[in-house]
Structures are given as structure tokens and as C-alpha cells.
């Protein structure tokens, strides 16, 4: 996992996604997001569309493409959907530039670290704000909370990812801005839970599945949520390049159909064992762990794809701080709205 | 060295570096998937003078150097009786080389595990990968000594260690050497590789930390200063071989 | 005529006591197909002290197998082979000196120190070692090429290097084995003469292994004339022609009579040779 997030602390825009929130639970709500937006279903022709994980065993960009394709939502737009899985978000930007893939499930960090880059991307739906990251330290440690870590050290993937700057505003928020050293461990959590055991750090940051996980094998705890603790993020969004946007709305049209139909489905709750299930199949965890996972993750998941802008402003302006470009990209440069519903609306 | 051969010594280089040139000016490809040539020399000019780079390339080195000797110490100490002795070659030789060809790069999260992401699992890892062209080379050099030679020696008198010192190993020399060369290419190869993966210096990590972090004209300078650097070892190499068989063809 | 001091330099072909005596003498070998093959089935012979020795058989006979097993260099499955009184149960360096087919020159050391190598595995101290091994090197001839590698030298300098290593340890037998079987025609006839002249005053006890009729004669004291495999004596040939024997010999009526006498006792084993393969 390489990317940071923020998660959405639903307070400005609360009213205005509990709205969305109603209207889609309402029974008129879903089928209206299952209607495309032209013409009618029948007659459309099948669309090939590839789709490139930013990582791929994680709830957010792993899950939730797979569970919308399982239940037939892509089946319904007539989208021929084939995904694939990349290693970070500079890989998932070089695969969209080649063509390799049209659209990717990234993180709210790689449209703007493109687009600070001179490379023409753009967000064009929201899939959640939420951040699933947790800071985990070793049971009976002594380390209980984020103030025990200050001084301490806590492991992540590398310098300038997701899970670095999670450390660095987990500090912050505890009054200890750079209190806390961050060890880069790379990308495989078996490595992480070695150095914890070894002493070498005193906690990680992992998504929570890996939080659970470890829990229940009494190896870990979960000291810190970190979306309790960052105001606005937006964690998960769909990209495209911009011209493929332009040529290819009516066909991104349906593939956000086809998301808002598949988040809906893993939202309503006739279909949380199903949703539990496919989770633990396709994170390749026990079901218990694949449980935990989804009740506090899938409430966050925004059907409708709206933004939290805020956090994609903060997330942009943080990037040169973690030395993933040289400037602060511009909203505009790598958010577009024009698929999704405006804030607030 | 005369024109005609200086030609074709440069030519296929400059043929890259000029299609490289073309395709990043012209703007067929996005500079972020290949950056211009000049820019990226650009980079590895300041990569190489700020004084950060050295500490990486040191380790690397160090960790090469390490993981050699230790393959290279292991595999001929395994292979020099495995060639000698036939059953025991016909015992072990298939399996070592069904081994080989195993991509052992799939042992890194295990070696990972076992040994942390510090140095040493690197040079395990290198070590790993040498072993088995140095051990197979061994083998097959002992095994091709010319036997006319060794009954020359026992007909003078030598035998059993003397003999293998004043015949077998001189004779086995060079085939042993195409061994080891083989040998630190294949360590150098997994000490960047697992550095790549998971490490916290080097070459390697170096690599990984640029590509992941968008910045793909430092990628391409690290991408040059690791050709450079493989090159260099090969070619400390070469000159190892060279020495050592002046006397021999 | 007989004469109990064995230390003469002079040839004394009727000491009646055999410097080397083979009983008996069986050698076999697994062939590539698994079966054994008898090379060598019931061997008898002595030679005497101070004679040059030939045997000649068609290829594969078994004459090389015998030359190993006196050597020392293989272990005969059957018989035995005694150098004077002592049995040979593996290569004597102090008494026995082996010339390969193939040189087996050490690739990887100069001419000289290929010669001296035979003296470093006798412990001789280093300045006597480089003193002999010139000599040696001079004896055939070889002075000036001291300092090369044997990539650099002809095929006839390279046996003249190994015969060098061969005298260079001063033992009073020699076992050659096919020396002039990789050189041609000219070359082998040049220096057949010369390592005659060599040896003839050096008065060694000298077995030697090849399937030139004419160097054969024209070398020996005694021809050993051999069947195909299993190798059996068919007949032991004396030249009698005297000593010192000048090259123009070999068109001598003595000479040809011999030579032809021995060519009808092999053609018949050559043509049930050919067969055998």
C-alpha cells in the first residue's frame, strides 16, 4: 500500500452526502442509478473497458472492483471488464499513459502527483474518502496510544507514501509535529510484524484489514484509526486520462452506472454475507477478519462517486512535503465533475 | 584500435542513445514513461555529486562483494569433490541443475523473513543466485580435466591432495573462472533485485524509491549509474580472467 | 658373459635377470554398452636390463593397457608385474618414467618449469631442479624454448619437452607410449633418429609402444609382435643389426627382411582387428 489518504470526516458536506446517502437507499434511488444516463439499455453495444488496480489486495481498489463485476453490475451497462493489478501508483499512471489499462482504481494521491508532473490525468469519481489506515503496536507493549509513539519508531512502506504521511499527521495531531521517525520497511506486512516483534519499531501503519487480522491472531493491536484522526481526505478514486474522458464519456457514463450500482449492492444490507464472502475470498483472509474489514469500511463507500474536494486540496498540497512533486497541482488540473454529482447537490 | 573496429565497438550505443534522443524530442512518448536523454544526464550528474549517492553505491558494492565470496567459497568447495568423485557428480549434478533453473526470486519473501531486509538477506540472497552457475562450473571443470594430464602427474608421483593442487585445479582453472563470472553477474542481479523488493539502501532501493515516487527522470539516472556499476564489476572480472589464463591459450 | 654388476652404463642385453617381469597379466574394461572387455588376457614377458623393447599390435590390441599396468598408472585385474624384485602396485617414480601419446604437457607452466615439475614432486631444492631441467631441455635440443608455454610450440618440440621430463629424473626404465603418434611423417622420422641417439648412450631399459613397423625396427633391440585384442604374443623378433645405427640403415637388406617379416605377422591381426570394432 503506497498511498497515502485522508479520511473524510463527514462534517461540512454531512447533510449533503446523508442526502445522497437517503436518496439511494431509497427503493426509487437504485434503480434510477441502474437507468444509464442516454438512451435505454437495450441495443447497447459491449464496450471493452481494462481497469488497473493501484495495488491489488486491499478493500478499497482490490475488493470493490471485483465484487462489482462478480454481481453483474458491469454485465448490466454491457462493459466487457477485464482488471488488472499494478505496484503503485507511478506504475498505475505509466500503465494508463500506454494504454495499457483505460481506467484506474487509484488513491486521492495519484491524480495530482500526475498532474504535478506534466502528466495529464484526471479523478473523475469518488469511491471513498475514508482512509483504512490504523497504526498497530504490539500487545502488551505498553504502547496504548499515539502519544506512547512519539519519540518512537513506527514502520511503513517508503518514504513519501500514503502510509508516511499518515505518520506524519498522526504526530502532528498528538502536538508532536516530526516527534514521531518513520522506518521505511517496504511493501510486504510480514516484514513489518518481524521488525515489531524484534523491537526494531515500536508500531506500523497497515490498512485495517491487516489490523484485524493481526488481532485476532493476538500478534497486534490496533492503537489508532487513522480516520478518526485526519479531518479531509478522499482516499479512493477512479482516473482516466482526459481524453479518453472526452472520446469515451458515454462509455465512463456507464462504468460509473455500473460502480454506483456495485457499491449500492456491497451497502444494502441484504447482501452483507454475500459481500462478507467474496471480501474473504478475494483478500484471501478468514472471514471473520473479512467481517470486521467490511463493517467499518463499507458505510464510507459514496455510490454516487461525489468528491470530498477539501481533501483533495490538502492531499495536493502536501505532496511537495513528501517530495512527490515540486509544486501544488491546481484542483481543476486533475479533479473533473463532470460525471459525478456536484457537491453538495 | 582502428576505425572499422571503434565503429562497431560504438555503434550500437550511439544507435540507442540516438533512437532515445528522437522518440522523447519528438514527443511520441510521454516524458513521464521516458524521460529526454538530456535530462536525465542532467540528473545523474547531480546524483553522482551530491555526496548522498556514495553511501548506496557502497553497500551495493559491498553487498555484491560479500555474496560472491560466499558463493564462490561454498560452490567450489562443494564442486571441486562432486567433479572429482563420479558417483558423487552423477548423484548430485541433475539435481543441482534442475535447481538453477528455478527463478529463486520467488525464495526472496522467505529469505526476507528469515534474515530481515537488511544487509543480510541481500547478500543470502546473492549468494543464493551465485552459487549455482559457480558450483555447476566447478563441477564440469573438474570433470573435463584432460586425464592424460592426471596420469602425467601420478606417473611423476603425485597424489591424492598433491595431485589435485599441482593438476586438477590449474587444469580446471579457466572452466572454474567462467564459473565465478557468470557467478558475480547473477550475485550483483539479486543484490539490486532484493534491494528493489525490499531494502532500505542501495542501488536497488534507490531505484524502487524514485520509480514509486513519480520521479521518473532520477529513475533513469539510477537506471544509468546501475548499468554503470554492473559493468564496472563484469569488468573487473574480465581482467581477473584475463590474468589468470595469460599463460594458457 | 654373465655379469652380476648391474650398475654398467653399457647395453647388456644378456643379464639374465629381467628388470621387468609381467605374469600372468589380465586387463578388462567396461565398454560404453556395459560389458566387460578383456584387453589383455594371460600376458607373459621379462625385459632385460638395458633393452629397448617394442611392441607393436594393431590399434586396440591391448599394448597401452599393458604399458599402464607396468607402469603402475592401472591396477591389472589378474598377474602381476615386478620391477626387479619389488612388485608394482602403482606408479614408481624413482624408477620408472612415463612419455604420453598426447604430451600431457602441463598447459599452464613454461617448457622449463613443465621438465622441472617432475623433480618439484620429488622435493629436489629449487637451484638443482633448474640446473637438471636445462640440461634435460638441451639434451633434446629444446634450450632456447625454455620460456614458452606448450600453446606455443610444434607438436615435435612438445614431445621433445616431454621426453625431457621423461630423462630429467634420472630413471634407468622408460615407458613410451606411442610418442611420435601425433606428428607426421617427416617430424616422427627426425626425431625417432634423434631420440635414438639419445638414448643409445644413455643405456636405459626402454619399453616402447607403437604401430610403425619401421620405427620399430629401426629403434629396438627386440620387437614384440602382438595379435589383436586379447593381445598374445606372436612373435618376438631380435635385431640383430649392431649399434651405433645410422639412418641410412634403414634401406639395409637386414633391415627391409626384418621389417617385412614383421608386416605378414601383423597384416592378418590388423584385418581381425578392423572387425573387432
Known sequence: MQHSARTARVRSLGVALALAAATAGCGGGEDTAAAPASGGEQGQQTEAVTVGLVVDKTFEHGVIPKITKEVGCFEEEALDVEIVAFQGGADLVKGILSDAVDIGAATGFDPPAAAAKGVPMKAFYGVTERSPFVAIAAPGSGIDTVEDLVGKKVGITRFGSATDYVVRVLADDVGSPGGITAVPLGGNPADQLAALKRGDIQAFIWSTEVGFSLEESGDGKIIESFADVVEEDQYAVLMARPDYLQEQSATVERFVQAYECGLSWMQDEANREEGVRLTAQFLEVEESVAEATYEELVDGLTPRGEFNTAGLEQIASVLPDLELADRVPELDEFVTDEFVPVDGS | MNPTRLAIYLGVPLVVLGAWFVLAASGTVNPFLLPAPAEVLADLGSVLTDGETYPHLWTTASQVLAAFLLAAAIGIGI???????????????????????????????????????????????????????????????????????????????????????????????????????????????????????????????????????????????????????????????????HYSNRSYR | MLSQDPSTQARRPEDPEPRIHVEGLDVAYGDPGGSRVHAVVDFSLDVRRGEFLTLIG????????????????????????????????????????????????????????????????????????????????????????????????????????????????????????????????????????????????????????????????????????????????????????????????????????????????????????????
Open chain 2, 79 to 241: 564442486g571441486l569433490p562432486l567433479g572429482w568423485y563420479r558417483t558423487l557428480r552423477r548423484a548430485y549434478e541433475p539435481v543441482l541443475g534442475t535447481i538453477y533453473a528455478v527463478p529463486l526470486i520467488v525464495l526472496y519473501p522467505v529469505i526476507a523473513l528469515s534474515f530481515g531486509i537488511g544487509s543480510t538477506s541481500k547478500i543470502v540472497f546473492g549468494a543464493l543466485y551465485a552459487f549455482f552457475p559457480i558450483v555447476l562450473g566447478t563441477v564440469s571443470a573438474v570433470s573435463l580435466v584432460d586425464q592424460n594430464l592426471v596420469s602425467a602427474g601420478r606417473s611423476m608421483g603425485a597424489r591424492g591432495l598433491t595431485l589435485f593442487r599441482a593438476v586438477v585445479l590449474p587444469a580446471a582453472g579457466p572452466r572454474i573462472m567462467a564459473g565465478l563470472r557468470l557467478g558475480v553477474i547473477l550475485a550483483t542481479l539479486a543484490v539490486v533485485g532484493g534491494q528493489y523488493i525490499a531494502g532500505t539502501s542501495g542501488l536497488g532501493y534507490l531505484l524502487a524509491t524514485a520509480g514509486q515516487s513519480f520521479q521518473t527522470v532520477q529513475m533513469f539516472a539510477y537506471i544509468l549509474l546501475t548499468l554503470a556499476f554492473a559493468a564496472l564489476v563484469n569488468g573487473l572480472m574480465a581482467a581477473l580472467d
Open chain 3, 58 to 277: 594393431p590399434s586396440g590390441c591391448g599394448k597401452t593397457s599393458i604399458l599402464r599396468a607396468v607402469g603402475g598408472l592401472i591396477t591389472p585385474d589378474g598377474g602381476k608385474v615386478q620391477i626387479g624384485t619389488t612388485t608394482v602396485t602403482g606408479p614408481v617414480p624413482d624408477e620408472m618414467a612415463y612419455v604420453f601419446q598426447d604430451f600431457a604437457l602441463f598447459p599452464w607452466r613454461t617448457a622449463l618449469a613443465n621438465v622441472e615439475v617432475a623433480l618439484e614432486l620429488k622435493k629436489v631444492p629449487k637451484s638443482e631442479r633448474r640446473e637438471r631441467s636445462l640440461e634435460a631441455l638441451a639434451t633434446v635440443g629444446l634450450t632456447d624454448a625454455a620460456d614458452r608455454h606448450p600453446h606455443e610450440l610444434s607438436g615435435g618440440m612438445k614431445q621433445r619437452v616431454a621426453v625431457a621430463r621423461a630423462l630429467v629424473s634420472n630413471c634407468d626404465v622408460l615407458l613410451l607410449d606411442e610418442p611420435f603418434g601425433a606428428l607426421d611423417e617427416q617430424t616422427r622420422l627426425v626425431l625417432g633418429t634423434e631420440l635414438l641417439r639419445v638414448l643409445e648412450s644413455l643405456g636405459k631399459t626402454i619399453i616402447f609402444v607403437t604401430h610403425n613397423l619401421q620405427e620399430a625396427v629401426y629403434l629396438s633391440d627386440r620387437v614384440v609382435a602382438m595379435s589383436a585384442r586379447p593381445a598374445r604374443i606372436k612373435e618376438i623378433i631380435e635385431v640383430d643389426i649392431p649399434r651405433p645405427r645410422l639412418p641410412e640403415v634403414m634401406v639395409s637388406p637386414a633391415f627391409t627382411d626384418i621389417q617385412h617379416h614383421l608386416f605378414s605377422l601383423l597384416y592378418e591381426e590388423s584385418a581381425l582387428a578392423m572387425n573387432q570394432r
